[in-house]
């Protein structure tokens, strides 16, 4: 997937329904731009999940965040990082794991806990299902490979402004961070997200600039649905000199369960146990993180402790 120009095209739209990501620098390098088309993610996850409309918007904007963290944080290509709200409110918490490659999954505690739209602004409440009172964790692999997690209070329970507070408080990395997801139709038309992020020897005058313009914007949902995400991170930009990056990412709701994981997951159950779902016929696992149904039968269940059928540990 190509991008022509920025300055040449501004009607640029994906060649395919994919999801995708896209990267650039403003203000001579010292502002760093990741955005995401995450529309087919978030709309595998509502499938998937069956969820509401409100925790569709919660979980898709988790999954938006989750894949952007990896970007900006991770120090290798497969690098993945864990996203993880959990503020009290009927959602009861979001998981959401991003990888620098693209591949995202994700999943909330309650999947049909939703709420009216806000008389205020007649918007979806994703504040109120999340909730605001508890914190936001991120985990991620530090350079020697030790998992670190580090986590904040929340701020609103949005999403945006709390990985925002996430990345100055823990990480010290000055950011904005836009997120959103519109559903039409019972279905997702638009989600995505854009985090830029400030550099070393950025100027007070770039940032002012990059506030006012992220501020005249407005939500990053309104902006979806008669934009493109080129149109918008050149107006997150504007007057700040954009050079995006010509090659776009794909970017795909990936889970890395298997059959073979979901039958090994059986062995954490004793002997006995194991001799129960045999009688039963077989046992049914589910995957957290996709809503995969896997049916293992009875022989593979007793295949489990015959060590030649064990997978062998890879040199």
């Not at 952007?68 to 944080?73: F, N």
């Not at 925002?164 to 279905?187: K, N």
């Amino acid at each position: 997937m190509t991008l022509p120009a920025p300055t040449s095209e501004r009607n640029w739209t994906p060649d395919s329904p994919d999801s995708f990501i896209l990267r650039g620098t403003a203000a001579g390098g010292t502002l760093r731009l990741v955005a995401t088309d995450s529309t087919s993610i978030t709309e595998e996850a509502r499938l998937r999940h069956q969820l509401s409309k409100t925790a569709t918007a919660a979980l898709g904007r988790s999954l938006s965040a989750a894949l952007l963290l990896a970007i900006v944080l991770g120090k290798k290509p497969d690098s993945r990082v864990t996203l993880r709200v959990q503020g009290g409110g009927p959602l009861g918490w979001i998981v959401a794991e991003g990888a620098a490659d693209g591949q995202v999954r994700g999943y909330v505690r309650d999947p049909a806990a939703d709420l009216p739209v806000r008389e205020s602004d007649g918007k979806l409440d994703v504040s109120g299902v999340v909730g605001s009172v508890g914190e936001i964790a991120v985990t991620r692999l530090l350079d020697n490979a030790e998992p670190y997690t580090g986590s904040v209070p929340l701020v609103s329970g949005e999403i945006a402004e709390d990985v925002a507070h996430y990345l100055a408080a823990s990480e010290q990395i000055p950011s904005a961070v836009l997120l959103g997801v519109y559903e039409e139709g019972g279905r997702v038309a638009r989600s995505g997200g854009l985090l830029v992020q400030a550099m070393p020897g950025v100027s007070d005058e770039t940032l002012s600039r990059l506030e006012a313009n992220v501020k005249a914007m407005g939500p990053i949902t309104d902006n979806l649905r008669v934009r493109t995400l080129l149109e918008v991170m050149e107006l997150a930009a504007d007057g700040l000199d954009l050079q995006v990056v010509s090659q776009a990412q794909s970017a795909k709701f990936q889970c890395r369960c298997s059959r073979q994981k979901a039958k090994n997951s059986l062995l954490y159950f004793g002997m006995g146990e194991r001799q129960e779902m045999m009688q039963e016929g077989g046992q049914e696992v589910v995957c957290h993180w996709c809503n995969e149904h896997y049916q293992i039968t009875p022989d593979e269940i007793a295949g489990l402790d015959d060590p030649d059928d064990q997978p062998r540990a890879q040199a």
